[in-house]
């Protein structure tokens, strides 16, 4: 176990590299299993999450190397066998395994993934996608058996948006025959780039980015050479770390178009941004004005950005609500702002209000998930004293060395390892 300790009030400066997608990277090296050969992926981040979607499939005979933030991936002599369910269970997003499997060999078997406890996560989308693609599906003891022995083309609609389903389809299709029609597809940026990666080892996806998408199945895939896209989850913490102790400091190596809707939210409240074609920096974040804010799939105000903008909210004059309307106990890190001086009421699990600014003060708290975690790191770096973060590889799972990159740009934080 390993903790954070963080002395705040410190200025930040300078310039912070945002690196490559989490929820893109984890997804091209599961599609990885379609492609026989070499595969090059460039700008993965070094982070839990990845390196156990790695060691899932190098258990099961994929050879994977990693050389700083580029990854080499040859599936070609991969088992046939199940992932490892202990490996599984560690994460949600291994449930982008399923898809590639069912591609490759026909059948997956696998327990109900783990992940962050943020609400139910049910995967009825994901097996009703796969069901409608002529899956044949056991469940006992929450494991689930997936058989795929003849692939049914035609048309898969979502009755929810969802960002991995519908990556599952999009990776379970395009080497099968015939054409599938995936309606109420999820836009984020992270499935266009998913799509881009596929067209690029030769698959033909149409639609991506729009809620309608078209995959006509190819024979094979192709080695390819793929970089990520820039982790906009990870601009916007690095910029609420800027707003939050009202420093110039410029997020650089992201790609503000995919952060439009947290951008506007900034912009209303009065934070002064300077927006270039791939940076965007902190110019002014004194008068905090209040706000309701909602959560919404892309391009909407991101789910994964609620907990930063929870906490800008805690610094802002005024009563600002919040609701969270793709998970719904998402908001549990409000009791941990709590103890260190922030002022809420909870209406309901998904809706609060928030009343600031509230000064925060240091204190010992426990991290309750992953973007909530990190953002505990932004509210230490705005409060008075010595913040102690307990369960710090909970962080890691998302955030590359933060520690480290946040310390360059002037944080006061060292990690601590019991
Ligand atoms: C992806 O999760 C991301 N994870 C999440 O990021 C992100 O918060 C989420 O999309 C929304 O943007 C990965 O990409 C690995 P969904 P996913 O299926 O795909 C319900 C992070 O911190 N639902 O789009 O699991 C679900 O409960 C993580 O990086 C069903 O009801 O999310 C939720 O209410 C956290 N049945 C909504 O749909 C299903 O079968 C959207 O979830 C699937 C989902």
């Known amino acids: ?80 066998r199940d992932p490892n369910p202990s490996l599984v269970k560690k994460m949600r997003g291994s449930i982008v395994l399923v898809g590639p499997y069912l ?35 056991e469940e006992s003891d929450n494991f689930y058996l997936i058989k795929l022995n003849k692939f049914v083309s035609g048309e898969i609609d979502f009755r929810k948006v969802s960002v991995t389903a519908t990556e599952n389809i999009l990776m379970a299709s395009c080497v099968a025959l015939g054409t599938t029609v995936i309606t109420n597809a999820a836009r984020e940026p992270e499935v266009v780039d998913l799509a881009h990666f596929l067209n690029q080892a030769g698959a033909k996806i149409s639609g991506m980015g729009t809620s309608t998408i078209t995959v006509t199945g190819v024979k094979k895939l192709h080695p390819l050479k793929y970089t990520v896209l820039p982790d906009r989850i990870e601009a916007g913490t690095f910029l609420t770390a800027g707003v939050v102790t009202d420093s110039c400091l410029k997020v650089a190596s992201c790609n503000p178009d995919h952060l439009t809707a947290f951008l506007d939210v900034l912009k209303k409240i009065n934070v002064e941004l300077e927006i ?45 609500r919040i609701f969270e309307t793709i998970f719904e106990n998402r908001l549990g890190y409000l009791h941990e702002l709590e103890k260190m001086g922030a002022k809420f009421k909870l209406i309901d699990p998904s809706q609060a209000e928030i009343y600031g600014p509230s000064k925060l003060n240091g204190a010992v708290i426990q991290t309750p998930d992953l973007r909530a975690g990190a953002t505990l790191v932004l509210a230490a770096l705005a409060a008075e004293g010595k913040t102690t973060i307990l369960g710090a590889e909970i962080i890691d799972r998302g955030y590359e060395n933060i520690e480290e990159r946040l310390r360059l740009v002037g944080a006061n934080i060292k990690r601590i390892n019991r």
Not at 32 to 52: A, F, M, R
Not at 121 to 132: C, Q, S, T, Y
Request: glycine share 10%; proline share 4%.
């Open 1 to 80: 176990m390993s903790k954070f300790e963080i002395l705040g009030k410190n200025k930040l400066y300078g310039e912070i590299q945002v690196l490559g997608a989490k929820n893109a990277a984890m997804k091209m090296i599961s599609a990885s299993v379609l492609i026989q050969g070499k595969v090059t992926l460039e700008n993965v981040p070094d982070i839990l999450d990845i390196q156990t979607i790695i060691d899932i499939l190098t258990e099961n005979g994929a050879k994977i190397s990693r050389k700083e933030h580029s990854l080499e991936i040859d599936t070609t002599n991969l088992k046939e």
């Open 103 to 137: 591609a490759r060999f026909g059948k997956i078997s696998f327990p109900h993934p783990g992940g962050c406890v943020i609400g139910s996560r049910p995967i009825d989308i994901h097996l009703k996608a796969f069901r409608d693609l002529g899956a044949e599906i």
């Open 276 to 320: 270039g074609s791939n940076y965007i920096k902190i110019l002014d974040a004194k008068n905090l004005g209040s706000i309701d804010i909602k959560t919404a799939v892309y391009p909407g105000l991101a789910t994964d950005l609620q907990a930063p903008m929870g906490l800008i909210l805690t610094q802002s004059s005024g009563t600002s």
